[in-house]
């Protein structure tokens, strides 16, 4: 016992913590998951500065072609139904891994994935699509704000989706031990999050996008 | 540290963590986040597309919709409540949609001010020749 912790207990009970029966420090997963949850929303302030730039340079075409002539709606909307739906799956597999049913919960990681890996792919195909039309991120600053929005929300898709696969094999190799269900519970949260700002994207970006 | 205490269910809860226990009623919570999500993607994307509607409204309309999704997302997903077990979650997200508000609006609006009380760029060019 150190001299900080005598010091702490007197001070605890001069202030009359140990009279109101004080809980002490909160339990690992709530600890895990506050401190995941204050990066999650540093990485969303990170993306408003993104979604940021994209509207200041939104008129910044230097006379190469606007959204409303490049982006295909109806790939957006499959795009859209893919990330929601492996959100949902994302969902299925925390409440696989809260009653610790190891097949259904590889099962929902494996829909997980493949709709993720899904979304990737038609992003990709438009990137490609966009840059082989002479549309690539150094046609003008609009362009270049709208890659690295859009990529940088791709970036974190793909690394979810490296992270998803290490859940899986860690759950396969390790069983539901307290440590695993708390990295899980991180990318559940990890994983929501991409949807939400996947909603701010496809509706600011895309539709807004179209529209105007 | 407190792995042994299991799942926490004493006065605070981790984000994403629920308090209702049973399975049904949590399926039940993603299906109805599920589909008041489609409900509202689904008009999003009628809204933008279609001329049966106001057309200054629509960028508008985008937007509620798009807010109204994300706060469906984040209490059926993400389980971000009020509940008082929430608070802190509650108070760090509100922070940092401060945080996002003072960025996209700041951004903006200087933006706008110095385009507006700027000389356009053609004019600036001529004058440098």
């Given at each position: 016992?150190?001299?900080?912790?005598?010091?702490?207990?007197?001070?605890?009970?001069?202030?009359?913590?140990?009279?109101?029966g004080?809980?002490?420090p909160?339990?690992?997963r709530?600890?895990?998951?506050?401190?995941?949850?204050?990066f999650?929303?540093?990485?969303?302030v990170?993306?408003?500065?993104?979604?940021?730039?994209?509207?200041?340079?939104?008129?910044?075409?230097?006379?190469?072609?606007?959204?409303a002539?490049?982006?295909n709606?109806?790939?957006?909307?499959?795009?859209?139904?893919?990330?929601?739906?492996?959100?949902f799956?994302?969902?299925?597999a925390?409440?696989?891994?809260?009653?610790?049913?190891?097949l259904w919960?590889?099962?929902?990681?494996?829909?997980?994935?493949?709709l993720?890996?899904?979304?990737?792919?038609?992003?990709?195909?438009?990137?490609?699509?966009?840059i082989?039309?002479?549309?690539?991120?150094?046609?003008?600053?609009?362009?270049?704000?709208?890659f690295?929005?859009?990529g940088?929300?791709?970036l974190?898709?793909?690394?979810?989706?490296?992270?998803?696969?290490?859940?899986m094999?860690?759950?396969?190799?390790?069983?539901?031990?307290?440590d695993?269900?708390?990295?899980?519970?991180?990318?559940?949260?990890?994983?929501?999050?991409?949807?939400?700002?996947?909603?701010?994207?496809?509706?600011?970006?895309?539709?807004?996008?179209s529209?105007? | 540290?407190?792995?042994?205490?299991?799942?926490?269910?004493?006065?605070?809860?981790a984000?994403?963590?629920?308090?209702?226990?049973?399975?049904?009623?949590?399926?039940?919570?993603?299906?109805?986040?599920?589909?008041l999500?489609?409900?509202?993607?689904?008009?999003s994307?009628?809204?933008?597309?279609?001329?049966l509607?106001w057309?200054?409204?629509?960028?508008?309309?985008?937007?509620?919709?798009?807010?109204?999704?994300?706060?469906?997302?984040?209490?059926?997903?993400?389980?971000?409540?009020?509940?008082?077990?929430?608070?802190?979650?509650?108070?760090?997200?509100?922070?940092?949609?401060?945080?996002?508000?003072?960025?996209i609006?700041?951004?903006?609006?200087?933006?706008?001010?110095?385009?507006?009380?700027?000389m356009?760029?053609?004019?600036?060019?001529?004058?440098?020749?």
């Amino acid at each position: 016992m150190s001299m900080a912790a005598v010091a702490d207990g007197h001070s605890a009970r001069v202030i009359g913590l140990e009279d109101a029966g004080h809980p002490g420090p909160a339990p690992k997963r709530i600890i895990t998951g506050f401190g995941f949850w204050i990066f999650l929303l540093s990485d969303i302030v990170m993306f408003s500065c993104f979604f940021a730039a994209y509207a200041v340079l939104l008129g910044q075409t230097a006379g190469g072609p606007s959204g409303a002539e490049l982006f295909n709606l109806r790939n957006v909307a499959i795009e859209t139904a893919f990330l929601l739906l492996s959100s949902f799956a994302c969902g299925m597999a925390s409440i696989a891994a809260e009653v610790r049913n190891p097949l259904w919960f590889q099962v929902a990681m494996a829909v997980t994935c493949l709709l993720g890996l899904g979304f990737l792919v038609i992003e990709f195909r438009e990137f490609a699509d966009l840059i082989a039309r002479g549309a690539g991120p150094s046609r003008s600053a609009f362009l270049s704000a709208f890659f690295a929005l859009v990529g940088c929300h791709g970036l974190h898709v793909s690394a979810g989706i490296l992270w998803l696969l290490t859940m899986m094999a860690q759950v396969f190799a390790k069983g539901f031990r307290a440590d695993i269900l708390r990295r899980f519970l991180c990318f559940a949260l990890f994983w929501h999050a991409l949807d939400i700002i996947w909603v701010a994207i496809f509706s600011v970006v895309y539709l807004l996008g179209s529209a105007a | 540290m407190s792995d042994s205490h299991g799942l926490p269910h004493l006065a605070d809860l981790a984000p994403g963590d629920e308090e209702v226990v049973s399975v049904k009623l949590r399926l039940l919570g993603y299906l109805i986040g599920l589909g008041l999500a489609v409900l509202l993607t689904a008009t999003s994307f009628f809204i933008a597309g279609t001329d049966l509607v106001w057309q200054p409204s629509i960028p508008v309309a985008i937007i509620v919709l798009a807010i109204a999704q994300m706060g469906v997302h984040l209490v059926f997903f993400l389980h971000i409540t009020t509940g008082p077990d929430n608070a802190n979650n509650v108070l760090a997200l509100a922070f940092g949609l401060l945080i996002v508000f003072l960025v996209i609006a700041g951004s903006l609006w200087i933006m706008a001010n110095l385009n507006h009380n700027m000389m356009p760029m053609d004019q600036i060019m001529q004058m440098q020749r």
